[in-house]
């Protein structure tokens, strides 16, 4: 084909390894500090804008060169990608072989996803049932963004080439308009799927739902390098201030974009996605500043090892988290050295093995003043390594094909819980509050009770309980201890669907004095839901909130301690102290360690009758005081 010089293809674009740094670095705030850093994630779709801008870039250099080839396109992804990818597993599989056993359960599936290039699809899959998302927690979770890479590499060629078609048999235009109506039909597609009603965990795995970010880096790279965009030099007049405003809202989106908020899926990711593709359209034209800004050799340094940083990240937290390490103070600081030492030991490795003339440096990198010192520490560094491979294929190899055999009983209880609530009746036509009178002729209502564990009158009649799929496990044991109790627990409910949901019933007047919640196990509580929550529910209803567990669940602390705030901003909010009541009986849970058996649900139960009868003993002897003074 006919194609004008493209003075801009080279080897390099310069800057986007600062981008890549950029991005590497809050996805690794976001794991390691997702209380403060919420929207972190968003590193994420940074990565896939420019993927889809150099694979264009790519694609029409060696096009323009004459050495387009399909085959030679994934042979290079392969070498790029699995070598690294596979040293992880099975170096992380080793080291939980030895450490955690009891954590490699249904490893085999996971793994297999993971080189077949679907592990975005499998975690849906595990994901549609909530007790896998909550007893599933796995080492390699992060690895659905590189499957959607995978698949994205997979189906570009024939993209490439139905471009390339259309542009020569048809015209420039024609081809671009290809590319943008896919584009615009990819961005449309995540909102009206959750206009749909789709649960958010396929709409932030999918690879449907997230393909947009890759589609506008290809489109955004074809505006960079094509023959007619370059005949005239383009002009930026307010680059910089837009560049500016772009990385502020980054910075701020990175803060504040829950990954929960129904705003994420409808405007959040595509809105973002727009804005990096600024950013990167920007950073790649020499013409501007920032460039140059971009190439700091600290950015550039991360941005060469992003990926390796990427895949060593989730691993190392896991163990932490699995050991029980993460209570060790500033258990973070740890966690990035040791991934620092790890990536640059994997960077350095694999470009050695597929780049002969590229020296293998790791040996600089722990270089001491005793060159015999560090020729052993090289060596030892090496053995661990290549035991920990050794051991990972042993491991992979006696790994159980599923988890844990009671996950089964555990999903069957959930389900069987679930038809019981279904079953039972509705308690908002049952009887009223006036027959909780207590042997005093004084209203219960009208009696100050700001001295006693909770400010609002409190009574086991008529309850309404709102909880997840722990209080669903408990469902039968509740129905014991409180038979007219309005029950609704169900699996896969976060804060935000639990706080909807109480507001609902509120309007719908089905809450007339006490409330028991039990959510909190599926992500953060923060203050804002925690607020609109009370705001619905008012100072005249009674909150019995029971507090969460679970080893492996990074915001158990978080949200117990945000509780305790709570109780001393709410006076009509009560906690209910499951989590010390737990600890120490692991007999008590499921081989998941948050959600309870039949021993620990009737504890679970029984726990919750103890702080009703404590709180309501203080407010009759309050009542029998008020009496008695009048």
Request: aromatic share 12%; hydrophobic share 45%.
């Amino acid at each position: 084909m006919s194609e004008k010089k493209h003075p801009t293809l080279l080897a390099h674009i310069t800057g986007l390894d600062g981008l890549r740094a950029i991005a590497i670095v809050a996805v690794t705030l976001f794991h390691l500090f997702p209380n403060q850093i919420k929207g972190g994630y968003l590193g994420v779709s940074l990565f896939f804008m420019l993927s889809g801008f150099l694979m264009t870039y790519s694609s029409e250099r060696k096009c323009y060169f004459v050495d387009m080839s399909a085959r030679k396109f994934y042979l290079k992804r392969i070498k790029r990608i699995y070598p690294s990818l596979i040293i992880v597993t099975l170096v992380t599989i080793g080291v939980l072989y030895l450490l955690a056993p009891d954590s490699l359960g249904g490893m085999r599936r996971e793994v297999l996803s993971m080189i077949g290039g679907y592990n975005n699809w499998w975690q849906i899959a595990q994901n549609s049932d909530y007790f896998t998302r909550i007893s599933g927690i796995s080492p390699f979770t992060h690895i659905w963004s590189l499957a959607i890479e995978l698949q994205y590499y997979l189906i570009w060629p024939i993209l490439y080439f139905i471009y390339l078609f259309l542009r020569i048999k048809k015209s420039e235009k024609a081809s671009l308009a290809f590319l943008s109506t896919l584009t615009i039909i990819a961005f449309a597609w995540m909102p009206i799927r959750y206009f749909m009603g789709t649960d958010i965990t396929p709409l932030y795995y999918g690879t449907d739902t997230r393909i947009h970010a890759l589609l506008l880096g290809s489109l955004i790279g074809f505006e960079y390098v094509h023959p007619s965009i370059h005949k005239k030099k383009p002009k930026f007049r307010f680059a910089k201030p837009i560049y500016i405003l772009c990385m502020i809202a980054f910075v701020l989106a990175a803060i504040f974009m829950d990954g929960q908020y129904k705003f994420t899926y409808i405007a959040g990711l595509p809105g973002m996605a727009i804005i990096f593709a600024i950013i990167v359209r920007l950073t790649a034209e020499k013409s501007l500043p920032f460039t140059v800004k971009m190439e700091a050799k600290p950015l550039k340094w991360l941005g060469d090892r992003s990926y390796e940083l990427y895949l060593w990240q989730y691993p190392v937290l896991f163990l932490f988290i699995e050991m029980g390490w993460n209570e060790i103070p500033g258990y973070q600081l740890i966690i990035i050295g040791i991934i620092l030492v790890l990536s640059v030991w994997l960077h350095s490795f694999t470009s050695f093995l597929f780049n002969e003339k590229q020296p293998y440096r790791f040996r600089e990198f722990i270089s001491l003043k005793n060159k015999k010192i560090s020729i052993h520490v090289h060596r030892v560094a090496c053995v661990c390594i290549v035991i920990f491979l050794i051991v990972g294929i042993g491991g992979l190899a006696k790994a159980p094909a599923l988890k844990l055999s009671d996950e089964a009983e555990l999903k069957a209880a959930l389900d069987a819980n679930a038809k019981v609530i279904d079953d039972s009746t509705d308690s908002s036509d049952r009887k009223d509050i006036a027959n909780a009178q207590t042997l005093t002729e004084i209203d219960p209502l009208s009696v100050d009770y700001s001295a006693t564990s909770n400010s609002a009158y409190v009574s086991k009649e008529n309850m309404v309980m709102v909880g997840d799929s722990v209080m669903l496990a408990c469902v039968l044991s509740l129905q014991d201890y409180f038979p007219d109790a309005n029950i609704n627990a169900e699996e896969s409910r976060s804060v935000p669907d639990g706080v909807t949901k109480v507001k609902k019933m509120m309007k719908n007047g089905k809450i007339t004095h006490t409330l028991v919640i039990g959510f909190g196990t599926n992500g953060i509580i923060s203050q804002a839901k925690a607020e609109e929550l009370f705001d619905a529910v008012g100072d005249d209803i009674s909150v019995f909130w029971i507090n969460i567990h679970g080893n492996k669940l990074t915001w158990t602390k978080q949200n117990n301690k945000m509780l305790q705030k709570l109780t001393k901003q709410h006076s009509n909010l009560t906690v209910v102290d499951w989590n010390s009541e737990v600890s120490g009986h692991k007999n008590w849970l499921y081989s998941d360690h948050v959600h309870p058996n039949l021993k620990g649900a009737n504890r679970y139960a029984d726990l919750l009758d103890e702080t009703l009868d404590r709180v309501i003993a203080e407010q009759e002897a309050v009542r029998q005081s008020a009496a008695g003074e009048n």
